[in-house]
Antibody
Framework: EVQLVESGGGLVQPGGSLRLSCAASGFSFSKYGMSWVRQAPGKGLEWVSSITGSGGSTAYADSVKGRFTISRDNSKNTLYLQTNSLRAEDTAVYYC????????????????WGQGTLVTVSS | DIQMTQSPSSLSASVGDRVTITCRASQSISNYLNWYQQKPGKAPKLLIYGASSLQSGIPSRFSGSGSETDFTLTISSLQPEDFSTYYCQQTYSNPLTFGGGTKVEIK
């Protein structure tokens, strides 16, 4: 059974940092791309960042570029999101999500999601 | 960036109704279009990928159609568990973008 379990969220002051983690199990982690998607309270879904299975290629939304860094440790089956210079508008539930596959329409399609971890940026 | 526009933003329907939600892309995205369902306090669930492929385990009352810029999610006979918010997502190019959501409520 595929499981994705996020951790690392919490309350942080503006300008602060947090490292989010996503522990994966039940699939060959290194074979799949992964992403972070966030959802501000009462709002819609916003893609944040993606990383390939090998970790060799990453992509970011403009809203977080230069402040957030996605990475993965395939030996630990864990995905990370280092969040720096946090702003009030970064307040959201952060979900990690697994790619469905590697074919054209399954790539960057999310078939499994974690339960989310809440990041609150406030003084 | 590719903008995804869903309509309506909300709708009221009864159990057994046929429901249609539309999603329009600001440029052609071929069939790189997914649909997700999200219930309050829960993570989204993949329903349809590649515009029309039903994800494993999803009931056949859900179907998707469309290509290029105009797409449709149809629920053929609305069930009590289908009252949720639905999002479309394009995977044609980064940044990946979602529609604003359609909330399906009980009439």
């Amino acid at each position: 059974e595929v499981q994705l379990v996020e951790s690392g969220g919490g309350l942080v002051q503006p300008g602060g940092s947090l490292r989010l983690s996503c522990a994966a199990s039940g699939f060959s982690f290194s074979k799949y791309g992964m992403s972070w998607v966030r959802q501000a309270p009462g709002k819609g879904l916003e893609w944040v960042s993606s990383i390939t299975g090998s970790g060799g290629s990453t992509a970011y939304a403009d809203s977080v570029k230069g402040r957030f860094t996605i990475s993965r440790d395939n030996s630990k089956n864990t995905l990370y999101l280092q969040t720096n210079s946090l702003r009030a508008e970064d307040t959201a539930v952060y979900y990690c999500a697994k790619y469905l596959g590697t074919s054209e329409t399954s790539y960057r399609t999310f078939d499994y999601w974690g339960q989310g971890t809440l990041v609150t940026v406030s003084s | 960036d590719i903008q995804m526009t869903q309509s309506p933003s909300s709708l009221s329907a009864s159990v057994g109704d046929r429901v249609t939600i539309t999603c329009r892309a600001s440029q052609s995205i071929s069939n790189y279009l997914n649909w997700y369902q999200q219930k309050p306090g829960k993570a989204p669930k993949l329903l349809i990928y590649g515009a029309s492929s039903l994800q494993s385990g999803i009931p056949s009352r859900f179907s998707g159609s469309g290509s290029e810029t105009d797409f449709t999610l149809t629920i053929s006979s609305l069930q009590p568990e289908d009252f949720s918010t639905y999002y479309c997502q394009q995977t044609y190019s980064n940044p990946l973008t979602f529609g604003g959501g359609t909330k399906v409520e009980i009439k």
